[in-house]
């Protein structure tokens, strides 16, 4: 496996090695992530790994500074997943300049749920993959469906751009106890993490609900966030919404597809969930 920290090695690298399947990271790796490198391998061409921690997609006040650096380690995972390059550029090399191009996705799906809660936060997301895509050039992009939002940003990014790339949804892997893994879960205390789990129980119970159709969404809503701040969480959304907009479904689409959405903080921990049904 070669590691590579320049663009200029990474397209001479890929200039030999032909068209590839890219795993997009911010590094400090779990089972997830390695999860979707195996994915990228079976199309059976090189995978490619980036592990970049974006400054653009991170506000001021989150946790730009303490987001944990592990590239050795991450390396080796890699490794031992299957991976054949990683690409791991520093800040100058990615942002040579201040970044005045930046790209902006509809805000009818962007500035919803994760963009109302953390403006800003696509914009950063879908300039730093438009950059990494013009480097990388892959044939298949794949991204964890942890971030359900994020993914269809990205895949409405792919069409509107016409990229020749195929963007790939992993599915979400989870602890024993069904935690979703999360580089974020490394900051929980053992109580914190023992209680991180009634999150992914919530969503399971907020879809239950919606399934049994016999409450409207919004008081089935409004039980969660009550119940999950009961147990001593700030949350920021619990929701029910159409998987391919994140809209509100009408009665007629109760029967779905939908998905269940979760935002909500454990101590100064924020975590993300979310369910399809």
């Given at each position: ?6 663009i ?15 795993v997009?990271?911010?590094g ?5 992530h ?5 994915q990228a ?8 790994a ?6 653009l997609?991170?506000a ?16 080796d995972k ?23 191009y ?6 009818a799906?962007?500035d ?7 403006p ?7 300039t ?5 895509f ?8 794949i991204?964890?469906?942890k971030?359900?939002?994020q993914?269809l940003?990205?895949?409405?990014l792919?069409?509107q751009?016409n990229?020749p ?12 106890d069904?935690l979703a ?5 490394g ?26 159709g016999?409450?409207?969404?919004d ?8 119940e999950l701040t009961?147990?001593g969480?700030a949350?920021?959304y619990?929701?029910?919404r159409c ?5 509100a ?9 939908l998905?269940a ?8 921990t924020r ?7």
């Amino acid at each position: 496996m070669q590691t590579l920290h320049t663009i200029a090695e990474l397209r001479s690298a890929l200039a030999a090695a032909g068209p590839c399947a890219f795993v997009p990271t911010m590094g400090n790796l779990h089972e997830g992530h390695l999860a979707l490198i195996r994915q990228a391998g079976a199309h059976k061409l090189p995978v490619v790994a980036s592990i970049f921690v974006n400054r653009l997609q991170f506000a001021p006040h989150e946790d730009f500074d303490r987001y944990p650096r592990t590239l050795a380690q991450d390396c080796d995972k890699l490794q031992a997943a299957g991976c054949d390059l990683v690409f791991a550029p520093d800040e100058a090399e990615m942002y040579p300049q201040p970044q005045g191009y930046k790209v902006h996705p509809e805000p009818a799906l962007a500035d919803i749920l994760e963009g109302h809660f953390r403006p800003g936060f696509f914009v950063g997301v879908a300039t730093i993959v438009m950059k990494l895509f013009g480097c990388v050039q892959p044939r298949v992009a794949i991204f964890g469906k942890k971030d359900y939002q994020q993914l269809l940003v990205l895949r409405r990014l792919v069409s509107q751009f016409n990229l020749p790339i195929t963007v790939e949804g992993g599915e979400t892997t989870r602890a024993d106890d069904g935690l979703a893994l999360s580089s974020r879960n490394g900051y929980l205390d053992a109580a914190q993490r023992s209680e991180a789990v009634a999150l992914s129980r919530a969503l399971r119970a907020l879809a239950d609900g919606a399934r049994d159709g016999a409450q409207p969404l919004d008081v089935l809503e409004a039980q969660a966030l009550v119940e999950l701040t009961g147990r001593g969480w700030a949350p920021d959304y619990l929701t029910v919404r159409c998987r391919d907009t994140l809209l509100a479904p009408t009665d007629a689409q109760r029967g779905g597809p939908l998905v269940a959405l979760g935002a909500a903080r454990i101590g100064g921990t924020r975590l993300i969930d979310n369910l399809e049904f």
